[in-house]
Antibody, heavy 118, light 113 residues
Framework: QVQLVQSGTEVKNPGASVKVSCKAS????????IHWVRQAPGQGLEWMAW????????KYAQKFQGRVTMTRDTSITTASMELSRLTSDDTAVYYC???????????WGQGTLVTVSS | DIVMTQSPDSLAVSLGERATINCKSS????????????LAWYQQKPGQPPKLLIY???TRGSGVPDRFSGSGSGTDFTLTISGLQAEDVAVYYC?????????FGQGTKLEIK
């Protein structure tokens, strides 16, 4: 069965960086993009970016340009998202999700809570 | 950016009745070369990740009950839940995947009356 398993809760100081990983299993990793979506406490969903695990190509929301880096390692079917220069506004649950370039997101990770606090 | 606006923000419906949620995009999400609307609906229950209900505006996701249906085209879309069940209490989001960023609506909270 398709699974996306994310890394655990993170607590970071303002100005630091965080890296969240997403381990995929149950399907051919390079056949689907990995999208990243975040959700601040009590708020809605915000799409951040996608990575094409086949080519390594990426696309980011303008809001996160220069601050987010996405990578993948096909040997361990894992995608990662690193967000730098964290502020309290980055406190959120970060989700990875599977999809095509133009499709709905059909499988989601369990979410990773990132708390930014001094 | 394409702005997605849902209405209403919250909704209370009696068990067994119909719930209707609307989603309007600030520009068309219809891709004419393949005749598809690039619009999805998700259901999110507390403490859980979102679940894909509908894609291409009207195609149900895998395992989604047929009481969930999607309609609309261009800029105006509707999610209908026929015969509301207690397990349908959740927040529902629309999302366009026509443009970047892939924007979501603000969400509609569905409760039982």
């Amino acid at each position: 069965q398709v699974q996306l398993v994310q890394s655990g809760t993170e607590v970071k100081n303002p100005g630091a960086s965080v890296k969240v990983s997403c381990k995929a299993s149950g399907y051919t990793f390079t056949d689907y993009y990995i999208h990243w979506v975040r959700q601040a406490p009590g708020q809605g969903l915000e799409w951040m970016a996608w990575i094409n695990p086949n080519s390594g190509g990426t696309k980011y929301a303008q809001k996160f340009q220069g601050r987010v880096t996405m990578t993948r390692d096909t040997s361990i079917t894992t995608a990662s998202m690193e967000l730098s220069r964290l502020t309290s506004d980055d406190t959120a649950v970060y989700y990875c999700a599977r999809g095509k370039e133009y499709s709905g997101l059909d499988y989601w990770g369990q979410g990773t809570l990132v708390t930014v606090s001094s | 950016d394409i702005v997605m606006t849902q209405s209403p923000d919250s909704l209370a419906v009696s068990l067994g009745e119909r719930a209707t949620i609307n989603c309007k995009s600030s520009q068309s999400v219809f891709y004419s070369s393949n005749n598809m609307n690039y619009l999805a609906w998700y259901q999110q229950k507390p403490g859980q990740p979102p679940k894909l209900l509908i894609y291409r505006a009207s195609t149900r996701g895998s395992g989604v009950p047929d009481r969930f249906s999607g309609s609309g085209s261009g800029t105006d879309f509707t999610l209908t839940i026929s015969g509301l069940q207690a397990e349908d209490v959740a927040v529902y989001y629309c999302q366009q995947y026509y443009g970047t960023p892939r924007t979501f609506g603000q969400g509609t909270k569905l409760e039982i009356k």
